[in-house]
């Protein structure tokens, strides 16, 4: 995916977010890292379209992982800021790829722990397959056929200084 191509999905899935959701009770999450810049993205077109401001905020994983022992002895972790009640909310998780199923599953345990919200619903940039859990997004960018030898790599203006999607081999 290039630049526009990034643009077309993420005015879609807003839309289509706010065909499926009551706007008043709408509240948006990013998932550290790019699922953070991704929701700020989605968030500011539904202002736009809204009119209003809607509540966004940004959520760190790491410790909520069921993999964590594997990834490093001492992970980094960042802050997260969910300067809002979720308890009602109908509540839009975003991250950038979807895989196996399991980042979602522990942001899913994060946000559980803030309160009860009424609903949440995952958008994703890419679905790419390959789900070791019972986990499906509800808004999807584009989905995109793997192989388990490929991996995705999503860049972003805000980080990458570049706004791209590429399959490459593992390393």
């Known amino acids: 995916m290039d630049e526009k191509e990034i643009e077309r999905a993420i005015r879609?899935?807003?839309?289509e977010i706010l065909e499926k959701?009551?706007?008043d009770n709408l509240s948006i999450?990013?998932?550290?890292?790019?699922?953070?810049?991704l929701a700020r993205r989605i968030a500011k077109e539904i202002e736009q379209k809204i009119h209003r401001d809607v509540e966004i905020g940004f959520l760190d994983i790491t410790l909520y992982r069921d993999d964590l022992s594997d990834i490093s002895p001492q992970p980094i972790v960042k802050k997260t800021e969910i300067n809002f009640?979720?308890?009602?909310?109908?509540?839009?998780?975003?991250?950038?790829v979807l895989?196996?199923?399991?980042?979602?599953?522990?942001?899913?345990?994060?946000?559980?722990?803030f309160g009860r919200p009424e609903k949440i619903e995952l958008a994703v940039l890419i679905d790419r397959g390959h789900r070791e859990l019972p986990i499906r997004p509800d808004?999807?960018?584009k989905n995109i056929?793997?192989?388990l030898s490929e991996t995705v790599e999503v860049k972003l203006k805000e980080v990458d200084g570049v706004d791209e999607v590429g399959v490459h081999p593992v390393k």
């Open 29 to 37: 999450i990013g998932i550290y890292n790019r699922g953070a810049y």
């Open 21 to 23: 959701n009551r706007k």
């Open 99 to 113: 895989f196996t199923g399991r980042t979602v599953r522990a942001a899913l345990d994060a946000i559980i722990d």
């Open 12 to 15: 879609r899935m807003s839309c």
């Open 85 to 96: 009640d979720v308890s009602g909310k109908r509540i839009i998780l975003v991250d950038d």
């Open 139 to 141: 808004y999807v960018g």
């Open 145 to 147: 056929p793997t192989s």
